[in-house]
C-alpha cells in the first residue's frame, strides 16, 4: 500500500501543483482530489498512472485548487469510455455540495458525449458524515472537518492489522475529528508553512496551520506517521529540510514531507 502525491501546494502555488494523490493498493487506486486543472493529467503520467485507472475517487470540498481537476478527469474518462479504452465504472464521492458542482460544471463545460455516461457509468456518489463506504475492499468513513469557510470531508481507511490511516482536509484539526485522529497509524494534515514564518504567510489569517502546530497535534494524538501537505512553495528547494526541521522538535513519530510526485510506502 503506497500513497503519491500528485501535488503538495496549496491554492496558490506556481513551484509545484495543488494538494492531491493517489493511494494504490494491491493494483486498486484511490484517488483524493484533482488540483485546479488539467496538470492532473500531466502528473498522473509522470508517476506512470493511467487515469483509465482509475475507478474509484474523492473530492473533499469545492475550492478551485481541489475541484476544477476532477472536471478534467470526467472529460477524459467519458472520451475512454465513449471510445471503448475505460473498462468499468467510476465511482466519484463527496458531500452533497460538491457532488451537485461536479454534475452542474461538467454539463455546462463538457461536450455531451463526454458527460453522456454520467448517472450510467461515471456515478456521481453523495456521501453523509459517519458514512463507511467499501473502495478498493477498505472500509472508508467520511467526516465532517467541520471548516469554517466550505463545507469540507476528510476521511478514514481502515488498513490491514487493524492499522488507520486519516485524512483531515486542507483545515487545521477540530475537536470533532478526535475520534478519527486519536491513535492514527497514519495522518495526512496540512501546513501551510513554518511557524518562524508565520508573519510573512499569514496561516491562521486563512484558517491554516503551521508545521509546528501540526507537529504537536501528531505528538498529542499519539500519531504513529505523520505527511504534511497544502504548503507555501517560495522555497520549495529547502522546503523538505526546513519542515522536517521545525517538525521533529515537536514531533516524535516519522515526519514526510514530500515533493510533488513523491511516492511514500504506507505498510510501515
Given amino acids: ?48 498512472i493511467d487515469y483509465c485507472d482509475i475507478h474509484e475517487i474523492f473530492v473533499t470540498h469545492k475550492h478551485v485548487d481541489h475541484i476544477m481537476g476532477i472536471i478534467w478527469m470526467v472529460r477524459m474518462i467519458g472520451q475512454a469510455m465513449n471510445k471503448g479504452t475505460y473498462v468499468g465504472e467510476a465511482n466519484i464521492y463527496g458531500h452533497d455540495e460538491v457532488i451537485d458542482l461536479i454534475e452542474t460544471i ?81 495522518m495526512l494534515h496540512e501546513a501551510f508553512c513554518l511557524f518562524s514564518e508565520a508573519d510573512k504567510f499569514h496561516p491562521y489569517e486563512k484558517h491554516h496551520s503551521t508545521v509546528k502546530d501540526a507537529a504537536e497535534l501528531a505528538e498529542d494524538m499519539n500519531v504513529k506517521n505523520l505527511l504534511l501537505y497544502h504548503t507555501e512553495d517560495k522555497n520549495i528547494k529547502r522546503r523538505k529540510e526546513l519542515y522536517f526541521e521545525e517538525g521533529s522538535k515537536e514531533y516524535h513519530g516519522h515526519l514526510y514531507i514530500p515533493d510533488d510526485l513523491e511516492t511514500i510506502m504506507l505498510d510501515l
Fill in 1 to 48: 500500500m503506497e500513497i503519491t502525491m500528485l501535488g503538495t501546494g496549496n491554492a496558490l502555488v506556481t513551484e509545484c501543483y495543488n494538494t492531491c494523490f493517489v493511494i494504490k493498493d494491491e493494483g486498486k487506486n484511490f484517488m483524493v482530489d484533482a488540483g485546479g486543472g488539467s496538470t492532473v493529467l500531466t502528473q498522473l503520467k509522470r508517476v506512470n
Fill in 106 to 186: 461538467s454539463k455546462a463545460l463538457l461536450q455531451k458525449k463526454e458527460t453522456a455516461h454520467l448517472g450510467e457509468r461515471i456515478h456521481l456518489i453523495k456521501v453523509e458524515d459517519g458514512e463507511t463506504r467499501v473502495i478498493n475492499d477498505r472500509e472508508v468513513t467520511f467526516f465532517d472537518i467541520h471548516s469554517t469557510k466550505a463545507k469540507q470531508f476528510g476521511f478514514l481507511m481502515q488498513m490491514d492489522d487493524g492499522k488507520r490511516l486519516v485524512c483531515c482536509g486542507d483545515e487545521p484539526y477540530n475537536e470533532h475529528e478526535y475520534k478519527y485522529v486519536i491513535n492514527a497509524d497514519w
